[in-house]
């Protein structure tokens, strides 16, 4: 990541003081400002069948700030699922579910209130049901790495502490028509989904969410698929 990044945040509104402490505290990654380096991805997270929106754009200078980067190799996507079940508000329907949520909070979790700055997967639309079959035990942790790269979704980036907030500059804004952008995001949520269910027809032999449990397996166990560098 370059000293200075310039990133895009999808919404309804023109935001151009972006405010700490505002927002959702069951966002992926808890209370933040959540971006994107991605245009065209915050278009797309800009609007919905009903409304058109608005892609802010910031310039960050990331000098002296501390960035906690999910998808790294010093992590593993087990990481990013337990930072994501900490924080995510969803109904657990199965005992595995409930045994799995607290078994990757107590081993892999990580204090997102420690950094600066986060990056990592975005777990919206489909994506979220995905990391929900990982912890029914629907899917391998193998299986849960692939379909969270289907789609090309990217990563986000969310802006944590006062201090990450003041180093945010405001360049402008374009506009997200919903007539095309809306369009845009549910094919490629569409896509992703049918990807999804290609995977599911393949042979499976990895490590499920009980495997995991049972076996008592850490972060550092060479069995659990480490992230690759882009």
Known sequence: MDKLITLYHGSK????TPTFGEGKE???FGLGFYCTESEELAKEWAVSSLHSGFANQYTLDTEYLSILRLNSPDYTILNWIAVLVEHRLFAIKTPVARRAKRYLTDHFGINVNAYDVITGYRADDSYFDYAESFLN??????????????????EQVVIKSKYAFSKLQY??????EKEQHYVLRKA???EANRLYF???????DGLYIQDIMRGGIR?????IPRNLPE
Do not use: Y
């Open 13 to 16: 509104r023109i935001i151009e």
């Open 26 to 28: 069951n966002n992926d």
């Open 137 to 154: 035990n629907a899917i391998s942790v193998e299986q849960l790495a692939r379909a969270m790269r289907l789609g090309k979704l990217g």
């Open 171 to 176: 360049i402008g804004f374009d506009t997200a």
């Open 188 to 190: 490629r949520d569409d």
């Open 198 to 204: 290609e995977m599911l027809e393949e042979d499976s």
């Open 219 to 223: 972060n550092d166990d060479a069995r």
